[in-house]
């Protein structure tokens, strides 16, 4: 097969793997404007703004919603904090049972969502802790922190060391040259970390199902008005999340590309300084 033919082919092919896959998002958010004549929002009856306008109008939503943001903002931030360091000690430092630990880090990720979250049940009613927000945090947090150390794994095994040692040969502490050498270094992935972890939380639903006890999220409120009807302000704030976080991830990608442009400029003179026959 021609070379032309065979990309026109891959292009194509991509093209529909992306349109499949952001058919029901469209959907949904189409679906936010529909004004529905009955309670189900499956048929387009006509165009309104009225559910944008209240999208907290319908009784315990609102209480969901903020749940929700409020238990992925919490675990988010945990599992940034402990993954980060995590990953710091297992690619930085041998120590006793550093296999063990890499490895029960990969175990919730290839653990099916419903013996997480069956197990987890099991431990809080054997130590007679009341499921309910906090249970949710700590389960949230579980899980999220196995993607934060994978992803920060992966960007401090690509990070050159010698820029730490260069710090700690001007005099700079350990918690200096993380703070002014590492930690920029590894902030790409720390956003990257924090979004993946954000966006999980508040998807989930088999692990919260079990641990939220008397506890409404999101993702448990539409399972439970999905027998009734969900409601099109669903539609709207699904929506509104969805941008945020493409927003968000827009921010990130464009912060590392300015970054990487400026490092780009600033390396260059000095490569330049150091090979003067370039400069000819």
Request: hydrophobic residues 60%; aromatic residues 10%; proline residues 5%.
């Amino acid at each position: 097969m021609k070379r032309p033919v065979r990309d026109w082919l891959l292009g194509l092919w991509s093209v529909a793997a992306l349109v499949y896959l952001f058919i029901p998002i469209v959907v949904v958010a189409a679906f936010s404007f529909n004004d529905p004549a009955g309670r189900f929002n499956l048929e387009w009856a006509g165009f309104t703004l009225e559910h944008w306008q209240r999208p907290f109008a319908v009784e315990g939503l609102g209480t969901a919603f903020r749940n929700s943001l409020l238990i992925a903002a919490i675990s988010t931030a945990l599992a940034v904090l402990l993954g980060t360091f995590m990953a710091l000690a297992l690619v930085r430092y041998r120590f006793v049972g550093r296999g063990p630990t890499d490895f029960f880090v990969f175990l919730p990720l290839a653990t099916p969502e419903v013996v997480l979250g069956a197990a987890l049940l099991g431990l809080f009613i054997t130590m007679g802790v009341a499921t309910g927000f906090v249970t949710v945090v700590i389960a949230h947090t579980m899980f999220n922190v196995a993607y934060v150390v994978v992803t920060i794994k992966a960007r401090l095994q690509g990070m050159d060391t010698h820029l730490e040692e260069a710090a700690a040969d001007l005099g700079a502490n350990e918690w200096t040259a993380f703070r002014k050498v590492t930690l920029p270094l590894i902030a790409p992935g720390l956003a990257a970390a924090a979004l993946l972890s954000f966006a999980l939380s508040v998807d989930d639903f088999v692990i919260t199902n079990f641990t939220a006890g008397q506890t409404s999220t999101f993702p448990l409120f539409i399972y439970g008005a999905a027998r009734q009807g969900v409601p099109p302000q669903v539609n709207v704030l699904a929506t509104i999340l969805l941008l945020a976080v493409l927003g968000l991830m827009a921010l990130n990608v464009l912060a590392q590309r300015r970054r990487a442009r400026a490092d780009g400029a600033a390396v260059e003179p000095a490569r330049i300084a150091v090979q003067p026959g370039l400069a000819q």
